[in-house]
């Protein structure tokens, strides 16, 4: 029924096939010649670009989960079909394209319009909080669940039951919020310019949330100074302040949204849990975290940026399971 699924986040793009699974993933950037509009890579080849010369400039494609840059976007996943897809026939593929839980109709059609731009023959929008927890719920009793999916442009909270969303929000604020601000310590602290790339690397090798996590990591910048290249080392305990600050904003509507549950609702959640997703849960204490302060079991897996990609592939390689999902989300 449908041989595609893609992904495309505020980090990164993924695109899924049937049985081969994950196909592409690339991050979510075009690199564009400085003072002009012309792009000059997307992808991977836009990282190498902007991290070898400076006669590039980064051009992101999402904020706050909405498209910024719809002709460049579609110049970026055009170029990635490409890689995936033979020449000239687009139009025997059809396509479930992820989406933000909570779009207007504008919005839905505006992603409709960049899924057919593909020159595919049919387009189902489907949320990627379903799809995470088809993820969450494989070989595995069927619960409500909140799936909390913590992206880097954005963070949405959907409590799920059976495919089917039952309510669910976004917050407009994910880990590209800690990359600037990683990159401002950086400068205050030890007089060292950073690139927004190397702050959101620096992000990935310090990341933890307990207190007594000491990490070491190096960067390599321009002295503010003297405009030289130096090597700074940097510690895990310069960011934790920021850390906690961040996901203390992303669990705090959580916190009053459970206070306004019944009874019967926190009674499921017992069982089901919050299964935490996206690249921003790959924080060592996540799980603490959460659990201490809404006292629910919590769920962290393995790649938890890879859950909704997983889904994809399991809805892609079962006729029931995909009917439900479509079903359920009209």
Do not use: W
Request: charged residues 20%; neutral net charge; aromatic residues 8%.
């Amino acid at each position: 029924m449908f041989n595609l699924v893609i992904d495309v986040g505020g980090y990164k793009t993924s695109i899924c096939k049937p049985s081969l699974g994950v196909v592409l993933e690339e991050p979510t950037i075009i690199a564009a010649i400085n003072n002009s509009k012309d792009v000059a890579g997307v992808g991977s080849k836009a990282v190498k670009l902007l991290s070898s010369s400076t006669d590039y400039k980064p051009v992101f494609l999402i904020e706050k989960g909405a498209i910024i840059h719809r002709k460049m976007l579609s110049e970026m996943l055009q170029g990635f079909f490409q890689k995936i897809i033979q020449k000239n026939i687009f139009k025997k593929h059809s396509l479930i394209f992820c989406t933000p839980t909570c779009l207007d109709s504008h919005e839905k059609t505006e992603i409709q319009n960049l899924a057919y731009s593909l020159n595919v023959s049919k387009v189902k929008l489907i949320p990627t909080s379903v799809l995470a927890y088809v993820d969450a719920c494989f070989n595995a009793p069927v619960n409500t669940k909140i799936i909390l999916d913590i992206g880097g442009d954005t963070t949405e909270m959907s409590l799920v039951y059976d495919t089917k969303i039952l309510t669910g929000y976004t917050i407009g604020m994910g880990g590209n919020v800690l990359d600037e601000a990683i990159k401002k310590i950086i400068l205050e602290k030890y007089n060292l310019n950073i690139s927004i790339l190397q702050a959101e690397q620096l992000k990935r090798e310090v990341a933890t949330l307990l207190p007594n996590d000491f990490i070491t990591a190096s960067v390599i910048g321009l002295d503010a100074t003297s405009h030289e290249a130096k090597e700074t080392e940097v510690f895990s305990q310069d960011f934790k302040e920021l850390f906690d600050e961040f996901f203390e904003q992303i669990i705090q509507p959580l916190i009053t949204f459970k206070k306004a549950l019944s009874t019967d609702l926190i009674t499921e959640l017992k069982k089901g849990g919050i299964y935490v997703c996206g690249g921003m849960a790959n924080f060592t204490g996540l799980e603490r975290f959460i659990i201490a302060r809404l006292q629910l079991p919590v769920v962290v897996p393995p790649f938890p940026e890879n859950s909704v990609m997983r889904g994809a592939e399991i809805v892609l390689n079962s006729n029931k399971i995909l009917e439900k999902v479509l079903n359920n989300n009209l």
